[in-house]
């Protein structure tokens, strides 16, 4: 079975400071990974995938099939990154995304 | 807007009552997707339409739901005999390719409360 797991439901860390979002899977496939975010009373949006292998608004992410990780990292946080983050997983073939129960990250000034 | 669009954005009905709620895609977009999100959980995949055919259900959607997309277009997600536990965020997705190139586009979703 698919299965995502975020480890914290919260994070918060100060403006400049590094940040990691932690997500975990479990597939036994080849997987395809993303993730979403949603700022405040926007719509859930795609914020990178790791085929793509970019830099979107300075977070990366690196596919680590050995420790079957996804982390999403930005080396300095700024007030605007501040939103729900949710990691994603598609399965080979798979027709549907199964989501994480998210991250709220909030930066403090 | 060009974006996916729900309809309505809210709705408070009673214990035993019927809902419809309405998704309009992005008009090129041709996979559907239905999801669920309760407080403090991650979109829960319900259904996933490819044009009009409905090719995928979970487990979570059982006999009271159902859903169509009767022209390729437009999709309905209907509840049949609410209950409380129904209470959630529908959200509506839309992509013009498989999920794992393509990017879902979501809708704002629509807001049950069920008294």
């Known amino acids: 079975a698919q299965r995502v797991t975020q480890p914290e439901k919260l994070l918060s860390v100060f403006k400049g400071a590094p940040v990691e979002l932690k997500c975990n899977y479990s597939y036994s496939g080849s997987p395809e990974l993303f993730w979403y975010v949603q700022y405040s009373r926007q719509r859930l949006q795609l914020l990178l995938r790791?085929?793509s292998r970019e830099s979107i608004k300075g977070f990366t992410a690196d596919l680590n099939k050995g420790e079957t990780s996804f982390h999403l990292k930005k080396p300095f946080a700024q007030e605007e990154d501040s939103a729900m983050y949710y990691c994603?997983?598609?399965?080979?073939?798979?027709?549907?995304?199964?989501f994480g129960q998210g991250t709220r990250l909030t930066i403090n000034p | 807007d060009t974006g996916v669009s729900q309809d309505p954005r809210h709705k408070i009905t009673k214990r035993g009552q019927n809902v419809t709620f309405r998704c309009d895609p992005i008009?090129?977009?041709?996979?559907l997707y239905w999801y669920r999100q309760t407080l403090g959980q991650g979109p829960e995949f319900l259904t996933y339409f490819q044009n009009e055919a409905q090719l995928e259900k979970s487990r979570l959607l059982s006999d009271r739901f159902s859903a169509e997309r009767p022209k390729g277009s437009f999709s309905t997600l209907e509840i049949q005999r609410t209950e409380q536990g129904d209470s959630a965020m529908y959200l509506c997705?839309?992509?013009?390719?498989?999920?794992?190139?393509?990017?879902?586009?979501f809708g704002e979703g629509s807001r049950l409360t069920v008294l």
């Open positions: 008009s090129e977009h041709n996979r």
């Open positions: 994603a997983l598609g399965s080979q073939g798979a027709q549907k995304l199964v």
């Open positions: 790791h085929i």
């Open positions: 997705a839309s992509s013009i390719d498989r999920v794992a190139t393509g990017e879902l586009f």
